[in-house]
């Protein structure tokens, strides 16, 4: 190794771990606080006892701090992951959810592998924004539960919670407002004996460490056949939700993230958390978010915050339990509002009306199917389909005849594929009677077999019309697959030129 290549190595450990100690820790605080509602509620959707969805948060924590590709996110048991797994653990039990964990982790290793992060590419940033408001009003959504119709005691703790939350960075950016927020008012809820919600009326904190244990399901075809549909599905959803947080804290923090790594890291945590009772879990945005507005940039805060989380559940599970939900509600509501993209509702009246459609259905498939790859898949598709109707338009056909008449030039310009056929073929006149035609796509790109096929239509058809046809091949996109595929111009087919 030369030493350049040392030092480089470690300016990248230094920036990624140690540039930032102070914010990493206290951050870390933050998010711990925030992440044992939450593992604890996606517990309670998934069928399972808290711990899973708490050790669970612990593993993946610590573990891709070290393996992930993105400085400063959370990985931990979310509600996406959670809402796939309800059947597994009603119909099989829990054994089958941590071979399920593990099998989902060596899938993603495998995406990682074949680098198919690459394929972010192919989503719009219209479905990335509607990705990202959905996602806050899911946030937001979850919070009703836990104040509505609670009484206006709640609803005065929520208040109070939000007015610390933007009041203070005006007074002193010192320390997270979420910290100052969590706890200040549970001190106050002790000491005034208010009665509300509080963390300790979720559900049970566990009081042991996780274990390593192999799940204790049948080596056989058949556990596969039950656990790879889940786990395929947890894969890719847990993938696509990493992968777009990822993105969302590249643009906030201006930063890079390696997202073929973070794939392989996802694998590796599921792989772990599998292995230490936990269920599969992912990237989180709310608990990412709150870690950068808390100042926490770095791989430290990952680590701190999977570290703390454990060790308020076992040494200060007593005082945890006494943190008043409400406190909570109002850091999320917070996350959830900073969350949202507010500049997208006036954006809607000027966007084209293909992309504003696109951004309104990815926000309504996700907020009505509570699945954030259902959303983003309609998304996708829809854009596919408007990109589609677009490029239909591109294709153009121009005749040109000669000065005596008897030869006309046909000169194709744009793409030429599946959905642009049927308005390709529209702009010939195979009944004009000229003796000579030539078909010129050398300005055109020919994209796939059914280009070929529309070609050899064209061609047909005016050669039965008495014509005697050239085709000038594309310069570019289309030469070698219309050399290979076109049937006018193999051997045996009546004796026209190309």
């Not at 390696?258 to 992912?282: D, H, L, P, W, Y």
């Not at 000027?350 to 696109?358: E, G, Q, T």
């Not at 529309?454 to 000038?472: E, H, M, N, P, W």
Request: charged share 15%.
């Amino acid at each position: 190794m030369s030493s350049q290549t040392f030092k480089r190595g470690s300016w990248t450990l230094r920036q990624q771990w140690f540039s930032n100690v102070r914010g990493d820790l206290i951050a870390g605080i933050v998010v711990a606080l925030a992440l044992i509602p939450e593992a604890i509620a996606f517990s309670i959707i998934a069928g399972v006892d808290p711990k899973v969805g708490l050790y669970a948060s612990f593993t993946m924590a610590v573990t891709i701090a070290f393996a992930g590709g993105r400085s400063g996110m959370i990985s931990a048991a979310t509600g996406a992951m959670a809402l796939l797994m309800i059947d597994l653990v009603a119909d099989h039990g829990l054994e089958y959810l941590f071979a399920a964990t593990i099998l989902t982790g060596v899938l993603q290793i495998i995406f990682g592998a074949l680098k198919l992060a690459r394929y972010m590419m192919f989503i719009p940033r219209t479905v990335m924004l509607g990705f990202v408001n959905a996602l806050a009003i899911l946030i937001f959504m979850a919070q009703l539960p836990h104040f509505v119709g609670l009484g206006m005691t709640t609803y005065v703790i929520v208040a109070a919670g939000l007015a610390i939350l933007y009041g203070l960075p005006y007074i002193t950016r010192a320390v997270p407002p979420g910290l100052v927020a969590i706890v200040l008012l549970t001190v106050v809820v002790v000491f005034f004996d208010i009665p509300v919600r509080t963390v300790g009326d979720m559900g049970e904190l566990p009081d042991g460490m996780p274990f390593f244990h192999l799940p204790a399901v049948p080596l056989n075809w058949e556990t596969l056949q039950i656990i790879f549909p889940v786990a395929l599905a947890l894969a890719l959803v847990g993938l696509l939700e990493s992968l777009l947080t990822a993105s969302i804290l590249d643009d906030l923090t201006d930063t890079p993230s390696r997202k073929n790594t973070e794939s392989r890291g996802q694998g590796i945590a599921n792989i772990v958390t599998g292995c230490f009772g936990g269920m599969a879990g992912c990237a989180m945005i709310g608990q990412s978010i709150i870690n950068i507005k808390s100042d926490g940039r770095g791989r430290l805060s990952t680590l701190a915050a999977g570290i703390y989380l454990l060790f308020f559940i076992l040494v200060l599970g007593e005082w945890v339990s006494l943190i008043p939900m409400p406190a909570l509600v109002a850091v999320m509501i917070m996350v959830s509002i900073s969350t949202f993209d507010w500049t997208s509702i006036p954006m809607l009246t000027k966007l084209p009306r293909s992309d504003a459609f696109v951004l309104i259905v990815t926000v309504a498939t996700v907020v009505l199917t509570h699945d954030l790859a259902k959303g983003v898949f309609a998304g996708v598709l829809l854009s596919a389909v408007f990109f589609a109707r677009k490029m239909v338009r591109q294709i153009h056909v121009r005749a040109e005849d000669s000065a005596d008449g008897r030869h006309r030039t046909y000169h194709v310009s744009g793409a030429l594929f599946f959905v642009a056929v049927d308005h390709f073929l529209a702009g010939f006149d195979y009944q004009a009677g000229v003796p000579k035609v030539t078909l010129d796509f050398s300005h055109a790109s020919l994209w796939d077999s059914s280009a070929i096929g529309a070609v050899d239509k064209v061609v047909g058809k005016l050669r039965r019309s008495g014509a005697d046809v050239d085709v000038i091949p594309p310069e570019y996109e289309g030469r070698e697959l219309l050399e290979k595929l076109a049937a006018y111009d193999k051997p045996g087919r009546d004796g026209a030129g190309h």
